[in-house]
């Protein structure tokens, strides 16, 4: 294998300084286009790769954000794999009568769309994008970890302990995704989560002609959770209904819980409606109400909230609230961004727009 070239290499075939080399990578528009045309050529040229470690030593910077997500311990099917063994493997598996996933991969459609507008958002800026995973990490040493990798970090509000997060703010920038500001000195992106549900609720008391309907809430510690309910038991009590006569039950935003819960309601009585606070909990409940043969809406009202795109594709489509989820990765991104190069600004909370979506799964014929 042939020496990489170096910086030194560049800088001779171009006839000029490793200092201007370097402005040339940096700050392009910084350099006399002549000169700029002639170092580019000439990295084209040897193949030379600006070295990120010695740039990260130089400048203090590593050029990479992470991006922090908790609650992947659901997946406990992690066993051996290993691709080069020397093994025979049938080209495919035909599974007859296959329905929906029930794992925890199945559920993270919200995290998966948030990650991609983020990875879009870093690669846009130059940076490049490092995820953490933690599963079952009370004492969040796996971001910890990175927080000694990367110059700042986005992490779901909730997901890793109070006392953790003032650590790693004292390290390393941090953006708080969901979930309002308590009174901490972090920058928050979060979307207008009461607002939404409070309207939804409303439309869904007028298509059930008051009659108050049954809610599904996620888990307890989630704080987009929180706001949606906050949402839903201010238009209740402004209906005039008693919050605390309303059927209540509680699912951990995977789709297997809102099954389990429209079979409990199949069994013991449907409400007017179930308002489920997320999606996948309301998938759950139309494949419950499905097989009992329950119809929807003229039976029971569903609606849920996120508006990933299978609410779209089931049958009746699914009433929801669609958060910009591409757009709180990409916001994530940009307000990190800005605190690196502003440290000193007042910490900033970015709250985005959402879209109530009535489809058939909440409209009943009048």
Known sequence: MSKAPTVYDVAESAGVSIATVSRVLRTPEAVRPET??????AVSRLGYV???????????????????????????????????????REP????????????????????DEVLRGAELEAWRR????????????PSA???????????????????????????????????VLAGPRRGDRHDHVTVSNTEAMAELTRHVLAQTDGRPPAYLAG???????????????????????????IDVRRGDFTRASGRRVGEELVAHGLPAALMSSNDQMALGALDAFASAGIRVPEDVIV?????????????PPLT???????????AAIQVLAHRLETPDAEPVSVRLPVEILLRESSLRAS
């Open 141 to 175: 040493s796996t971001v910890r970890d990175m927080a000694g990798r990367v110059d700042g970090l986005v992490v779901l509000a909730s997901s890793i302990p109070d006392d953790a997060l003032d650590w790693l703010s004292r390290r390393v920038p941090i953006v």
């Open 50 to 88: 600006p070295s990120g470690s010695a740039r990260g030593l130089a400048e203090r910077r590593t050029g990479v954000l992470g991006m922090y997500f908790p609650g992947f311990d659901a997946i406990d099917d992690v066993s051996a794999l290993d691709v080069l063994a020397n093994e025979v």
């Open 36 to 41: 700029r045309d002639r170092v580019l050529d």
């Open 92 to 111: 495919f598996t035909v599974v007859r009568g296959a329905g929906p996933r029930d794992d925890a991969r199945a559920s993270m459609l919200f995290q």
């Open 320 to 330: 929801t609230v669609r958060q910009p989820m591409i757009e709180l990765g990409r």
């Open 303 to 315: 609606t849920g909230f996120d508006g990933i795109d299978a609410s779209a594709l089931v049958s």
């Open 126 to 137: 130059g940076f490049v994008l490092m995820v953490g995973v933690g599963r079952g990490d």
């Open 219 to 245: 888990p307890a510690d989630s704080p987009d959770g929180a706001q949606r309910w906050e949402g839903f038991r201010r238009a209740i009590e402004a209906a005039g209904l008693r919050i605390d006569e």
